[in-house]
Each structure stands twice: as structure tokens, then as C-alpha cells.
């Protein structure tokens, strides 16, 4: 562990830790007037004195919308002159999410995504391929320093130039690879085309974009390490909200610095530990622009008690989807890790896939994109697809090779076709 004392704090410890800091952060919020402090005074909410742990399911949520309506430095709770760097989104979903940091909240940030390293084995000299994109985007700049704070050797290689990459995890030896899941399956194909072995590889911290346990295998089965995951978001503070750890059993979330729910995304009340929710984040150090239960939009389900690891944090389980990439398909709310979890398990398919939502005709299709290892396993995985979501999907094998490699960053997974022309070559 990277701080032992915060990582396995006991229960209540961390309980009252968790409700000092709280009181602070609703003081601060109510002294800057901003959104969330009105929102606060409106219901009835003076200060921190008047909040306890229990009474946090029943203040008000802040949204995306709310940074959106801020742009760009609305919603700041310091200075505008104590903004020490800004990062966000990359703004696929309409404008980019800013989000601010002051030097205290990336001393915080750095803290973090140590954590996350420690918690994928990586230690002091440890050598960490980094390939996540640097930038506006958190991931990439969120590992370096986190691997900087660790006492660990980074490799800043960003994303793309596949060739490259293969080049410096053969030449540098790295044992820690971090870059989002698609990307370490698609360096783990170049490595075996270069005829390339990594035997200093052990570990890889692979996030940005929902996946299931299949993809993990594919993973594995192609790269000599254990693959796991790590959370963040921007608004959050980027990438070491929550990481597994080795025994690759839910993730640990910090959450001495993010208190976490998880809440019915329909209704935004509390759901049990183990049914999935919409995960909800309140940051209580965060500086510059600290939230007050932030809805995520990912879903995922909440489990407590110690892990093998020692780490007493809550663990959540890995992102089964965003609230807002459901796709509705003839009454049918599907997730594509769901589809994913079906094609990835049959061992019928090769690890790229594509869903299209046919959207020509009122009745909606959804196409199931797929490369085939061999035969035609169209009639098994309608079949096994229709089992587990309750919806025929069409099934289309490609030649290898047509479904898209992503070069940078996430894939695509989920394409709309809209009208005439097809979004990939061969359907109809």
C-alpha cells in the first residue's frame, strides 16, 4: 500500500474522518455562494454543523449540467489566481467538462494514482508504460505523476504509434503498463505480429471506458500480466478515485477523500449494497472545485468489508455502463459490456466488436459486429444473446480485420446508422 493508514483505516475512523472533512467541505460550499451553496441554504442548511454522514442521501445532487451552465470557472470555490492547471473532458458528449485544480488538489490527485500503482504491485523503481493520452484528458498526466510520487520510473509515451510502443516495452523493460482496455488489446496483438516477448511485464491498470471480465481474459491471454481496473472521471479528479488491487475482486475506492453512493438512477434513492446503482461522489478536499454528491452517470454496485489485501475501503464493482449509452432497442434496455460479456465468453469470436443501432426503420435493429475464429457461430450467439438480454440482435461476421482497431484511446463500440450507408462494410 502506498498509505497504509489511510487504506486500511478501520470503519469507524474513517467514518469520523469522513464527517470532520464533510463539514468543511459544506462550510466552504455555503462561504463561496455558489450553486451548491444555494442549493444548500435552500434546504435549510446553514453550515457544516447542521449535516452528518446519514443526512448526506438527502441533500442535493450536482450534475454535469450544473459544470456545463458554470463554464468555464463558475462553479470555482477559490480564487480564479489559485487555479493551478485545468483538464476535462474531451467534450464527445457536446462541450468539454473543465475542470480546475489547485497545487494542493494535484498534490492530492498525484497521492491517488500512487495508490492505484501500488495497488497493481508497482513499487519505488518500478518502470510504468504509459500510454494513456496526455492532455485535456486526465488519464495520462494523472499517471505520470502518480508514478512520480511513487518513486517510479515513467515512460510517457501517450497514445498512438503502435510500433513504437511495442519498441519501448521490449527496450525499457517495463513491468506496468497503463492505457484504456482496448488499447492494451490492441499492443498485446502488435506484440505477438513483432514476434516481441516482455518477460519484465507483470501488470497493467487499464480504464477510461467500460469492461467486462471477458475483455480481461483477452487481455491476459495476449499480454503476460494481470489486467485491472482503475476508475476516475474529471469531475471527480481524473483516474485514482478507485483501483483493484491483485486480487482482482472490485475496486477500492479512496474514500477517505471521495465519499461514494450508489442510488436508483431513476428515483436517486439509496440502492443496497450489491444491486447496481448510479454511483454518486462527494469530495471533501478537493479545493478548487469541490462537489457535493455528484451523479456520475456510471453504474455499478457497492460492497464493503476487508479485502484479502488488507484494504478496508469500499470496493465497487466495475462500470457495467453508463447511464446515458443504454441503448433501448424494442423496449429492451441493453448495455454493451452486457454484449461484450456474451461474445467475449462464447470463445467463438475474436475481442472486436461493433454494435449497430439501425435506426432506418421505426422497428430499431441492433447489429452485432463480430469477427469470427472460425465456422459461422451466428446461430449459437443469437441464440446465447438472446438468453441473457431477452432480445434477438442480428448477428454479422466480418472478415478479420473490419471491425475498427482503436490506435488512441477507447474504442468505439456502439455506432448509429441513420441512413443509407452502412457504418462498417458487409451489412445490410
Known amino acids: 500500500m502506498f498509505d497504509p493508514r489511510a487504506e486500511a483505516m478501520s470503519t469507524d475512523e474513517r ?12 462550510d466552504r460550499l455555503v462561504a463561496a455562494g ?7 441554504k435552500d434546504a435549510g442548511v446553514t453550515g457544516g454543523a447542521d449535516v452528518t454522514l446519514a443526512d448526506l442521501r438527502g441533500l442535493p445532487f450536482t450534475t454535469k449540467q450544473d459544470l456545463w451552465d458554470g463554464y468555464p470557472f463558475g462553479m470555482l470555490s477559490v480564487p480564479r489566481d489559485q487555479v493551478a492547471a485545468v483538464h476535462g473532458s474531451s467534450g464527445t458528449r457536446g462541450r468539454p467538462t473543465l475542470v480546475a485544480y489547485t497545487k494542493a488538489d494535484l498534490d492530492l490527485w498525484a ?22 493520452g496526455y492532455g485535456l484528458f486526465t488519464g495520462g498526466i494523472g499517471i505520470h505523476q502518480g508514478a512520480v510520487a511513487l518513486g517510479a520510473t515513467v515512460v510517457p509515451m501517450s497514445g498512438g504509434m503502435t510500433d513504437r510502443q511495442v519498441r519501448m516495452l521490449a527496450d525499457l523493460r517495463a ?23 516482455l518477460p519484465a511485464l507483470k501488470a ?33 479528479i481524473g483516474p485514482g478515485v478507485a483501483t483493484e488491487c491483485l486480487q482482482q475482486d472490485g475496486l477500492h475506492v479512496n474514500e ?9 438512477p431513476s428515483t436517486g434513492e439509496p440502492v443496497e449494497d450489491g444491486a447496481p446503482g448510479e454511483l454518486v461522489f462527494t469530495t471533501p478536499t478537493k479545493q478548487a472545485l469541490p462537489l457535493l454528491r455528484y451523479r456520475t452517470g456510471d453504474i455499478a454496485s457497492l460492497t464493503r468489508g476487508e479485502c484479502p489485501c488488507g484494504r478496508t475501503l469500499v470496493r465497487m464493482s466495475k462500470v457495467i455502463g453508463r447511464a446515458d449509452d443504454m ?47 472460425s465456422g459461422d457461430p451466428r446461430e449459437r450467439l443469437v441464440h446465447d444473446l438472446h438468453e441473457a438480454l ?28 441513420d441512413d443509407g450507408r452502412p457504418p462498417l462494410p458487409g451489412l445490410s
Open 111 to 132: 497521492a491517488m494514482c500512487a495508490r492505484s500503482l501500488a495497488c497493481a504491485g508497482a513499487v519505488p523503481g518500478s518502470i510504468v508504460h504509459n500510454a494513456y
Open 256 to 264: 477517505d477523500h471521495f465519499i461514494v453512493e450508489a442510488v436508483d
Open 34 to 40: 455558489g450553486v451548491q451553496g444555494r442549493r444548500l
Open 390 to 417: 431477452g432480445l434477438t440482435a442480428d448477428v454479422v461476421v466480418l472478415p478479420a480485420g473490419t471491425v475498427p482497431r482503436p490506435e488512441v484511446g477507447k474504442a468505439v463500440r456502439v455506432v448509429s446508422w
Open 175 to 197: 513491468d506496468v503498463l497503463t492505457c484504456t482496455p482496448a488499447y492494451a488489446l490492441r499492443l498485446g496483438e502488435a506484440v505477438a505480429e513483432a514476434g516481441v516477448e
Open 15 to 26: 467514518a469520523a474522518l469522513q464527517r470532520h472533512r464533510l463539514w468543511g467541505l459544506v
Open 204 to 236: 497493467g491498470l487499464f480504464g477510461a471506458e467500460p469492461w467486462s471480465a471477458e475483455l480481461r481474459a483477452a487481455i491476459e491471454a495476449v499480454l503476460p500480466i494481470k489486467a485491472m481496473d482503475i476508475y476516475g472521471l474529471s469531475e471527480v
Open 327 to 373: 441503448i433501448v432497442v424494442r423496449g429492451v434496455n441493453v448495455y454493451p459490456s452486457e454484449v461484450e460479456r456474451v461474445l467475449l465468453g462464447s470463445g467463438l469470436v475474436h475481442p472486436h466488436y461493433q454494435l449497430v443501432v439501425d435506426r432506418r426503420a421505426p422497428a430499431v435493429r441492433l447489429l452485432v459486429a463480430c469477427e469470427a475464429v
